[in-house]
Every structure is written in C-alpha cells, then in structure tokens.
C-alpha cells in the first residue's frame, strides 16, 4: 500500500493543548460579566456548539455573546480567549513538521478559530497555513462521515489517500467508514510509531 498523501490531524488534543477554564476567565476579565455567566451563556447555552455548525460566524457568534451576557463582546476578546484556552504540542508539531506528505487540520469548532487560527495558535504556522479546516464551514461536525469526504475533496484528495488522527475514538470510527486511515491519537510516541510504519517519516526524524 502507497504511503499516504494527505495527513489530516485533529487540532485541540492532538497538535494542542485546549482547556475551557483559561477561556472563560480571559472572556469574563475582558466583558466584565461573571466567569459563570460566560460559562452558562457560551457553553451551556448551546451557542458554541451552534458556531460549531456554522450557525454563526466570528462576529456573530460574539454579538451573540454579547446580547445574552448584556455586555461587550468583540471578536478581539473572544481571539484572545481563545489564545489563553490552547498551546502547540510542541512534540505533535514536530512530527507534523517532518512528515513527507501534504498536511491539514480538521476540527470541530467555529469560523472564530478557523479564521484566526495564527493569531491563536503561531506555532502551528507556515506549516498549517491554508490548511484549516471546520465543521461550521461545512455545516457538519465530526464524526459524521459526510465531512472527511468533503474535507479531503477540498484539499484535491481522495479518502483512500488520507490518513486522519484524533484523540477521540468515535471521530477515528467516522473517518475510516468515510474510506480515510485513521489513527486514534494517544501520545506523540504512538504517532510517530505508525507514521514510521506508513513511510512517512524519516528513520531518524
């Protein structure tokens, strides 16, 4: 079997670090509003997982933020939010600098992230850059198969030619009945395991 062409990685658990706490503190010092209010109104509401799905974009998703907390909210602040969430995986990041194959990224997550992924996230770029990809541009999230065999058409791929990994077992599950390899994401020396396996890494990377 050809080594693939086209790696596609998961973003937050798999070239990243994410954690919900330092998002909500940074949004609630910068609105004003409660680090509960936040909570309540982004997560538990549902208004992320809408963004997620395209229901909103950056600037909608943060007027909306901003409507039901009753104070200002900017794309800047929610940017930064973001920025505080998340750190590169700086050993993921050197496999994914040293693999012999195209790259991308898909990621359950909003037009927030995908658009300003660079402010978010520097590290991750050149390497990644025009390679990000969300569910809400597609209206779909994983692990529905439907947006693997999209993602992958973007790129000029077919599926039999990617390999995709994720921390999450079901997103692997939807990837490979979508025709992609997968790889369910564990630690960076598992991963470098099985890119050695596919080729796609130097013996000595």
Request: negative net charge.
């Amino acid at each position: 079997m050809p080594a693939p062409a086209l790696v596609l990685f998961d973003l937050d658990g798999v070239l990243a670090h994410y954690d919900h706490a330092p998002r909500l503190r940074t949004l609630a010092e910068r609105s004003g509003a409660s680090f509960e209010a936040v909570a309540t109104e982004l997560f538990d509401s549902g208004l992320e997982r809408a963004a997620d799905l395209g229901d909103y974009d950056a600037e909608g998703q943060m007027q909306e933020l901003s409507r039901r907390l009753g104070v200002p909210v900017s794309v800047q602040d929610g940017i930064a939010a973001r920025a505080a969430s998340m750190v590169a995986d700086p050993d993921t990041l050197e496999l994914a600098l040293a693999v012999r194959a195209e790259v991308a990224i898909l990621t359950n997550n909003g037009l927030l992230l995908r658009d300003h992924l660079p402010e978010i996230c520097p590290p991750l770029f050149p390497r990644f850059t025009d390679r990000v990809f969300c569910s809400a541009q597609f209206r779909l999230a994983k692990p529905d198969p439907e947006i693997y065999r999209r993602c992958v058409a973007d790129l000029g791929f077919t599926p039999e030619q990617t390999l995709f990994i994720d921390d999450k077992a079901q997103n692997a599950d939807g990837a490979r009945s979508a025709g992609l390899m997968t790889f369910h994401f564990r630690d960076a020396a598992g991963l470098r395991a099985e890119l050695l396996a596919l080729d796609l890494l130097e013996p000595d990377a």
